[in-house]
């Protein structure tokens, strides 16, 4: 593996999980239960877009291959995707959605905190801009997943359902690909390692104020994502998506 395919994976798995991650909340616009929650998630949406395009830009930089960041959101196959599995899940209830933000949104900003130090410039900056956004995002998810769980009996139901279903993808988050360990190696990023103790530590303290548990540990845990090993639901989400510009790819706007 060589410093240009590893940074290319690597922003790959980035700018595809905020990709899919925001696609996912932009399908609920005008959907959700109140009008300012709608415009949260909304707003949430678009800065996860905005965080998306940043990568993919550089990703198409770094692999020469003249593609941008819209040829790289509309011109891949899924197998082609390294997000997250977390993120290609469909949105379910709100609670569910409410927990995809929370678990996410958590890990990127021990992400971004960490990636604030790397030695690639393009890197460090865009985690440092995006980690500002995604402090935001992990505060308003929590403060939903608190009252939601220390709500009625049905909402906390629903909230504990959630965490269940959603524990069963959190080991994916922490797989370390190829490409993240060349770049360790070479001091381009710094080690990743400590991540998911932070991601544990905030989560339980949460939960914990919440009156809910995360599930342990069990055989069933999803892995793959960073490596294009996906769900069915990303090639749903990406036969949507990717529809308009691949029936008319020399479309001018």
């Given at each position: 593996?060589?410093?240009?395919?590893?940074?290319?994976?690597?922003?790959?798995?980035?700018?595809?999980?905020?990709?899919?991650?925001?696609?996912?909340?932009?399908?609920?616009?005008?959907?959700?239960?109140?009008?300012?929650?709608?415009?949260?998630?909304?707003?949430?949406?678009?800065?996860?877009?905005?965080?998306?395009?940043?990568?993919?830009?550089?990703?198409?930089?770094?692999?020469?291959?003249?593609?941008?960041?819209?040829?790289?959101?509309?011109?891949?196959?899924?197998?082609?995707?390294?997000?997250?599995?977390?993120?290609?899940?469909?949105?379910?209830?709100?609670?569910?959605?409410?927990?995809?933000?929370?678990?996410?949104?958590?890990?990127?900003?021990?992400?971004?905190?960490?990636?604030?130090?790397?030695?690639?410039?393009?890197?460090?900056?865009?985690?440092?801009?995006?980690?500002?956004?995604?402090?935001?995002?992990?505060?308003?998810?929590?403060?939903?997943?608190?009252?939601?769980?220390?709500?009625?009996?049905?909402?906390?139901?629903?909230?504990?359902?959630?965490?269940?279903?959603?524990?069963?993808?959190?080991?994916?988050?922490?797989?370390?690909?190829?490409?993240?360990?060349?770049?360790?190696?070479?001091?381009?990023?710094?080690?990743?390692?400590?991540?998911?103790?932070?991601?544990?530590?905030?989560?339980?303290?949460?939960?914990?104020?919440?009156?809910?548990?995360?599930?342990?540990?069990?055989?069933?845990?999803?892995?793959?994502?960073?490596?294009?090993?996906?769900?069915?639901?990303?090639?749903?989400?990406?036969?949507?998506?990717?529809?308009?510009?691949?029936?008319?790819p020399d479309a001018k706007w």
């Amino acid at each position: 593996m060589t410093k240009q395919h590893a940074l290319t994976d690597f922003c790959l798995q980035l700018g595809d999980t905020a990709l899919i991650h925001g696609q996912r909340l932009g399908e609920l616009c005008g959907h959700a239960p109140i009008l300012e929650e709608d415009i949260a998630l909304t707003n949430i949406s678009l800065d996860l877009i905005g965080q998306a395009r940043i990568m993919l830009a550089y990703a198409g930089k770094l692999e020469g291959q003249n593609r941008d960041e819209d040829q790289l959101a509309f011109h891949r196959d899924a197998w082609l995707f390294r997000n997250v599995l977390m993120a290609e899940l469909p949105n379910g209830d709100f609670g569910f959605t409410i927990g995809k933000i929370f678990f996410l949104s958590i890990y990127m900003k021990h992400l971004y905190r960490l990636l604030s130090q790397a030695k690639d410039e393009t890197i460090k900056a865009f985690a440092e801009k995006s980690l500002k956004e995604v402090v935001y995002h992990a505060r308003h998810a929590s403060d939903w997943v608190i009252r939601l769980g220390d709500g009625t009996v049905e909402s906390h139901q629903r909230m504990q359902n959630t965490m269940d279903d959603l524990s069963l993808y959190t080991d994916d988050l922490f797989e370390t690909t190829d490409a993240e360990a060349y770049l360790v190696k070479e001091n381009i990023i710094p080690g990743l390692a400590e991540i998911k103790k932070a991601w544990m530590d905030d989560v339980i303290s949460v939960l914990n104020e919440a009156k809910l548990t995360l599930p342990a540990a069990n055989s069933f845990l999803r892995k793959g994502g960073k490596r294009g090993l996906h769900t069915e639901h990303l090639g749903h989400i990406l036969a949507e998506m990717q529809f308009l510009p691949r029936a008319y790819p020399d479309a001018k706007w």
